[in-house]
T-cell receptor, first 113, second 114 residues
Framework: DSGVTQTPKHLITATGQRVTLRCSPR?????VYWYQQSLDQGLQFLIQ???????AKGNILERFSAQQFPDLHSELNLSSLELGDSALYFC????????????FGQGTRLTVV | DAKTTQPTSMDCAEGRAANLPCNHS???????VYWYRQIHSQGPQYIIH???NNETNEMASLIITEDRKSSTLILPHATLRDTAVYYC???????????????FGKGTRLHILP
């Protein structure tokens, strides 16, 4: 158990819909990262937050947005969903922005039908 | 883009040492070498990291060449449960103003053979 909790574990929704994925970082970790992994694809970095502020951005679509709340949990919002958004979405956390290991949750499997 | 190069796949016999190479010829002086692995569809798992000295923990050993342009992850006694994709990553050290997003490449798919 990495200490990072992601909910829900599975999500099935229709095209055009909007969903919210939630991540609770390890206790005390200030930095949160979001990744997307499509079937048989690599881990694509989406976005990173540190202590409530956006710190780094990857190839995140404009239909996707994220935020980190004062209690340090984070949410990834996916809207106008397309079939190609079906993927595993992972969250990771680390104590500091850099120089330390990051711990990953078990992911949310999103299926868009 | 990932700053590392790894073989696409490797096989290793169960009980043997698995040696996974990684090239990072453009590594900067303040960048660490990290290794993670991902067992099928699970979240990536941190293994080990180092700057210039060799490192060892309960999971693995990390050997970094003197010029820091390459490294090798060693799993001393591979088991079937070590079958996974192994990622070698370079990241800057701690710093408030550094861009430190963790970029995963394609990794090495390690098959442990019974």
């Amino acid at each position: 158990d990495s200490g990072v909790t992601q909910t829900p574990k599975h999500l099935i929704t229709a095209t055009g819909q909007r969903v919210t994925l939630r991540c609770s970082p390890r206790s005390g970790d200030l930095s949160v990262y979001w990744y997307q992994q499509s079937l048989d694809q690599g881990l694509q970095f989406l976005i990173q937050y540190y202590n409530g502020e956006e710190r780094a951005k990857g190839n995140i679509l404009e239909r996707f947005s994220a935020q980190q709340f004062p209690d340090l949990h984070s949410e990834l919002n996916l809207s106008s969903l397309e079939l190609g958004d079906s993927a595993l979405y992972f969250c990771a956390s680390s104590p500091n922005p850099g120089g330390t290991e990051a711990f990953f949750g078990q992911g949310t499997r999103l299926t868009v039908v | 883009d990932a700053k590392t190069t790894q073989p696409t796949s490797m096989d290793c016999a169960e009980g043997r040492a698995a040696n996974l190479p990684c090239n990072h010829s453009t590594i900067s002086g303040n960048e660490y070498v990290y290794w993670y692995r991902q067992i099928h569809s699970q979240g990536p798992q941190y293994i080990i990291h180092g700057l210039k000295n060799n490192e060892t923990n309960e999971m693995a050993s990390l050997i970094i060449t003197e010029d820091r342009k390459s490294s090798t992850l060693i799993l001393p006694h591979a088991t079937l449960r070590d079958t996974a994709v192994y990622y070698c990553i370079v990241r800057p050290d701690e710093g408030e103003n550094r861009d430190d997003k963790i970029i995963f490449g394609k990794g090495t798919r390690l098959h442990i053979l019974p």
